[in-house]
């Protein structure tokens, strides 16, 4: 059986290698392009795109122009981890705050009626690496999971093709099963 594909857009994080493993852990190949590199369509070649977490900040839409319309312009499966939830938020017309700098492993709430999180429980420990936080689900987006200082940790688009994590899914044990949900989903 061949093998799904995921683009992998590089928005400058530090966590590139651990992203591409989780999806290859999970069954799929990537390829990586940078966010200034991004194909204008992806043509079949992709089941999925992923965006990485982000040293540039998402409010950049200037920046993040080609990459805002390839995402809202294919009909595959989106996801945005960290930064990358936070450039397709800004996009969308959410509204980021600073807050506190957090490392290293929090707790968040998720809605387990979704079947994203069909693998975690209730309360799951994700990574955290960031001082941006999301206040509410742009239109078009709902809010299906919250912590202390994210009021929006995860979020869904109203036709469930996008997908966003606050938190550096590649890392610990939660973010694996939430990616293995998203992968069952859409992979």
Do not use: W
Not at 29 to 52: C, E, F, K
Not at 69 to 81: C, E, K, M, S, Y
Not at 93 to 108: D, I, N, T
């Amino acid at each position: 059986m061949a093998r799904t594909r995921v683009l992998v857009v590089n928005n400058g994080t530090l966590s590139l290698k651990q992203l591409r493993g989780r999806f290859e852990q999970l069954g799929s190949d990537t390829d990586v392009v940078d966010a200034a590199h991004v194909p204008d369509r992806i043509d079949g070649r992709y089941q999925a795109i992923a965006l990485s977490g982000t040293k540039v900040r998402a409010y950049d839409s200037d920046y993040y122009r080609p990459l805002i319309d390839l995402v809202t312009g294919t009909d595959v499966p989106v996801l945005g981890i960290c930064g990358g939830m936070q450039i397709i938020a800004v996009a969308a017309g959410g509204r980021l705050a600073e807050g506190p700098q957090r490392v290293g492993g929090h707790e968040a709430q998720v809605d387990t009626g979704e079947p994203v999180f069909t693998y975690v429980k209730p309360t799951v420990t994700v990574f955290h690496r960031h001082t941006l936080y999301l206040q509410e689900a742009p239109a078009g987006f709902r809010a299906i999971g919250r912590s202390e200082h994210a009021p929006v940790e995860f979020i869904r688009s109203d036709d469930g093709r996008i997908f966003g994590a606050q938190a550096h899914l590649e890392f610990r044990p939660d973010g694996l099963e939430i990616m293995r949900g998203f992968s069952k989903l859409y992979l």
